[in-house]
């Protein structure tokens, strides 16, 4: 009996644990675009290569996640997360110390590498506290201090680097993942890794009913999602809202928060329904800021139906992805973390050609194109002739 009420709660140590985890690494990734200009500065370079410690950190994310999760998978769980949480306080100490913009790279590239661990562990994580009805859930307050680190920990970072100076907003995160490090080995439970005879192989796990269908929805939309936020700004002012960026990434920040809660209760028993509104909330989003130009009212309600569409979507890509891969669930969310990173590049590399070449007046079309994509991998007929079951995403593969 015990057994079973255990399975019918949420254990929330552990669950915030990860959460201040997530909090930890998108504030480790994004403190240096809130302290561009001190950064700069004091290490004698320009803001854009300052700008590239962001880009060190998701090539770092990028290029070690599947690597370091296949080479680590007979390791035992809790070690291993206290190792990766370990990366981040040695790199944001490294970062608060250096006077080298040569060293602060090589931190910034520690960090990503990481994050890149940290998030293929996360949510096969976070899924084996819990029996199955609970996995969506559980996934979900893992992934909560993605968003209150969005919304909130960027922009107290950016003012206490006003008051304290940046180096001291790196070693805040340093102390905090500290403190982490304490709260994982206490709290956190641990489990075996796998045994070599239980181990498939990469290219086993892509072929997985339901993987590679879900890797392709994440590509599309999280690509559609970094082309508009990374040049938010010339999208905005050719909108006649120049002056006021910041208003709109808050509320963005903030709209994310509800939506991260709903997923939270409902994604255990909507998953795909979910998946499809947060797809198509999306894609109304874009056609009201093409449209609504110069309306402000018009054009802040569809940047928090965007923030409320985006806010669950690592929550709902990761339960589908866990649900799919079932044991191989860290290979599998290693992938998505490639995928994810590799649409963050994509974005800034092809919304910049569209900025360039076409202007803003190209992103709702292709940012449409990609969504109506990522719709239909959601909803198109198996290889039965039916439709895919109403409570997941894709799981025939393409």
Known sequence: MKAASDADRLPWSPLLAFATAAFVTILTEALPAALLPQMAA???????????????????????????????????????????????????SVTAWSGSFFWTMAARLVAGMSAGLLWALLAGYAARLVGPGLRGRAIAVAMAGTPLALSLGVPAGSWFGQWAGWRACFWAASILALGLLAW????????????????????????????RPVLLVVLAY???????????????AARGLGGQVDRALLVFGLAALPGIGLTGLLVDRHLQR?????????????????????SAPWMFAALAAWGL??????????????????????????????????????????????????????????????????????????????????????????
């Not at 998946?275 to 110069?294: H, N, P, R, Y």
């Not at 992938?335 to 910049?352: D, E, K, P, S, Y």
Request: charged share 10%; with cysteine.
């Open 309 to 398: 569409a985006f806010g669950g979507a690592a929550t709902l890509f990761q339960t589908a992805l866990a649900d799919a891969a079932a044991e191989e669930a860290d290979v599998a969310q290693s992938m998505l973390v490639t995928t994810w990173n590799a649409a963050i590049a994509g974005g800034g590399i092809a919304g910049g050609v569209l900025l360039q070449v076409v202007g803003v007046v190209a992103f709702a079309p292709v940012l449409l194109a990609l969504l109506g994509s990522a719709f239909a991998l959601q909803v198109r007929p198996s290889g039965d002739g039916g439709r895919r079951p109403a409570e997941g995403l894709p799981t025939g593969c393409p």
């Open 274 to 294: 979910l998946s499809l509104a947060s797809t198509a909330v999306f894609g109304v989003a874009v056609a009201v800021l093409a449209l609504a130009t110069e």
């Open 184 to 211: 994982i080995r206490f709290s956190v439970p641990d489990f075996g890794g796998q045994q070599t005879g239980q181990r498939s192989t990469l290219a086993s796990v892509l072929r997985r009913r339901g993987v």
């Open 222 to 236: 999280v690509l559609a999602h970094n082309i508009l936020y990374t040049y938010i700004a010339p999208y905005l």
């Open 42 to 92: 004091d290490l004698r370079v320009s803001q854009a290569w300052v700008g590239q410690t962001v880009t060190a950190y998701a090539l770092g994310s990028l290029l070690a996640a599947v690597p370091l999760v296949a080479v680590t998978r007979g390791v035992r769980r809790r070690p291993l997360l206290m190792a990766a949480v370990a990366g981040f306080v040695l790199a944001n």
